[in-house]
């Protein structure tokens, strides 16, 4: 037999990890719970069907799909070509389509809007590699049926809650709009290369002007609407400038309009709350999915690139499940990404968040049973405690203790127990003292 | 399309299941952690050959395989035949064999006794019904690394805590011993035929003690055999009863004497910390899952059919993933059936756990804006509040109010904003008044 492993872009958790992971959702979920937002859950397995076409070709491709059992399988080997042939099912590849399926599914059950949040794992059988996984947790909060921007406000200000929360540094929230994206699309001509163009711009960051520029190209468009969106492209300057360039660039765009005194709305919303000195306007920023309508955001902070969340407004998600016409939007925390600012800029609490508050030493079973009523008044004070489990050698039982983190150490041999004192280390100080249980109990 | 669903025996958890599982698993934890156990959690996915032969035929047979991709898709369709074929990864059946996996692969960096607690999804493709679903839930500790008997002690004063702080009427924790079963098979000369033995004992409670006979004989024990085990089947009596009848029927057994000892060894140290009266022996109690060795438990309580815990030791279950000779035991609660028990006997906290503490109307874009800063307030006092996003008619904001059992609704409309005061509406009293924000502020 092979060295026990599991599969590759999977993870163990360790109980460290395990705590520090903890930490991040339950700051988040606190910041969630003041803002209304309730959790729900949806299963790790979709039909099949749900999900396919909904995330583009590399969707369905990257989508880990459940091998059919019993007849279906026979006859899938004896007739099957394609993998829809071998599966109905497959794990769910992000939370928004599903919460779309759950909304429209229990429509009769909820009440609008619909403000949820939702913490579990997706698949994607993509390539792994530093901080991409097969198997990694989202962390999302959406509102569903509704269209008000009181939603894009609120998603600025939990970001902003957040990410103060964990110490965060210099986070800058970028917001965009798509349908600003889509008035460029038409003011230069190119309506149906919108998905083109955002996919291009997108890569901004990562390639630069001059491969953008080239890509644009590759995709189709004309040398003429390229250099029309040089301006935008290369665009610097404050907020107000930036919203009087685009009401001059997209002057013949209803749409695009619209997305401007949407983004101007917005981001004076968020200078009266005061929370506009982390925003910034990114009128190239575009985001992958082609599912958004509205606000686009993209979060990202100091030493560390690429995004650590984002989100947006993707009305009509709901229109292929049946239910027409409602507004949705939504954002989502990188949670492992997240955790790797945290650890690289030691941000995590230090006081240990796993650790055991007394380890009792075994000295034998008399010993053993004689300090159990002490165990068990110190753990009905809340306390983390614990016998080690055998007379080991002491050295083995004090790296036990030094492995637990154990705040206090405490040993009752024979003679304490003559004595009807106990012996307490304190693990930090290293202090180590002779006392009444008693006393003991009341201290901690 | 068709309406919009999710596969057979799995679910979606709305708000207020969530808040109850949430409920049940956060009163598990707090005991868990008094005892020193630690999260830990594993990949959804392992590989098949971790978990394959492990569960006997019919785990096999259960578990969810996941479809080959690429290359391995198209050769297993050129020349696959079994579902080896088409699946290298499969979701994770029980968290047991898991744990066994992790601890091998992980065990230089953990250090011994593991004491881990895992809270997480498994999936079997059984068929569903009530109470029986395809993905669920499992909460379970264990200990990993030592065979010290304080480990069953534990399990116990674990059972007995989390069950006591649920309130779940009349529990009665079972224990038995699988060396006292194997010692049952030695002594009435059916070695061979141990598991078949247990099999059919497991069933008693279900089936009565004619069919368990008769299960016996159609799986070849001897006449003979089956009248040795009748005094057995049908033993009633004192726990100190029951351990003077198993030491001389087992008077021949080693392994047979070993298991009582083990037995009469945890109920006299339960006894000793007063938590014995819920403890009941049970010499027919068997478990249906091969790898345990040593003591087994089982949980029911009143007025529900079947267990709603159960566990036990498997010394050795790390021995195929390379780590050998390492004591295991450990104990499960049964989430779904537990959320049961306290829905059907109305347990659950009556105070709603996810509720809103304040509602504010939303009049309009003005009064919305103006009432922001007072939102600011109490969430920053950690309350959890929602502006209704838009200036609908009043009666759908307050039957929202009522769905999101709102315990304040705020209304501040233009005379509010002139006269510079709020008017509260308490929703549980059904009280109206006129007040200062500040004085409501204080008074929350």
Chains 1, 2 share one sequence.
């Not at 610097?236 to 619209?258: D, I, P």
């Not at 309508?293 to 993209?298: D, R, S, V």
């Not at 902070?301 to 939504?330: E, H, P």
Request: proline fraction near 3%; charged fraction near 25%.
């Amino acid at each position: 037999m092979g060295k026990p492993s599991i599969p590759k872009g999977t993870r163990d958790f360790l109980p460290k990890q395990m705590a520090r992971r903890n930490y991040i959702f339950n700051t988040a979920q606190i910041v969630f719970k003041k803002f209304g937002f309730q959790q729900i859950e949806t299963p790790a397995i979709e039909n099949l069907s749900t999900l396919t076409g909904k995330y583009g070709d590399e969707g369905d491709q990257l989508m880990f799909k459940i091998l059919n059992r019993g007849d279906k399988f026979k006859k899938a080997v004896d007739h099957g070509e394609k993998e829809s042939d071998f599966a109905e099912l497959a794990l769910k590849y992000d939370q928004t389509v599903p919460l779309a399926r759950f909304v429209a599914q229990h429509q009769n059950e909820i009440v609008f809007p619909f403000k949820r949040f939702q913490i579990q794992p997706v698949w994607r059988a993509d390539r792994p590699g530093k901080g991409r996984y097969r198997e990694f947790y989202q962390c999302d909060i959406d509102v569903v049926g509704t269209d008000s921007l009181i939603c894009e406000v609120e998603f600025i200000q939990v970001f902003y809650e957040v990410l103060t929360a964990l110490k965060i540094p210099d986070f800058n929230i970028k917001i965009n709009n798509r349908k600003v994206l889509a008035g460029i699309a038409e003011v230069i001509g190119e309506v149906d290369k919108i998905i083109d163009i955002t996919v291009a711009i997108d890569k901004l960051d990562k390639i630069g002007i001059e491969k953008v520029n080239e890509e644009l190209a590759s995709r189709g468009l004309s040398q003429k609407a390229i250099d029309q969106l040089q301006p935008l492209i290369s665009f610097e300057g404050s907020k107000q400038e930036a919203f009087s360039f685009l009401r001059t660039f997209l002057k013949s765009s209803e749409t695009g309009m619209k997305g401007v005194e949407e983004l101007a709305y917005i981001v004076d919303y968020c200078s009266e709350l005061n929370i506009d000195k982390c925003l910034t306007l990114d009128l190239t920023l575009a985001r992958g999915l082609n599912y958004y309508t509205g606000a686009i955001f993209e979060v990202s902070c100091k030493n560390f690139k690429g995004s650590i969340c984002g989100g947006g407004r993707y009305d009509g998600l709901t229109d292929q499940f049946g239910l027409k016409g409602i507004g949705c939007a939504g954002i989502s925390f990188g949670a492992d990404r997240i955790y790797d600012v945290l650890e690289e800029n030691n941000l995590f609490p230090q006081d240990d968040m796993d650790g055991l508050d007394v380890l009792f030493v075994n000295f034998g079973l008399k010993e053993e049973h004689y300090v159990m009523t002490f165990v068990q008044q110190l753990r009905s004070k809340g306390l983390s405690v614990e016998v080690f489990p055998t007379a080991a050698k002491m050295k083995k039982q004090l790296s036990y203790a030094d492995y637990r983190n154990a705040k206090h150490v405490v040993m009752i041999g024979e003679n304490e127990m003559n004595s009807g004192t106990i012996r307490v280390k304190n693990m930090l100080s290293g202090h180590q003292e002779d006392c009444l249980f008693d006393d003991f109990f009341q201290k901690l």
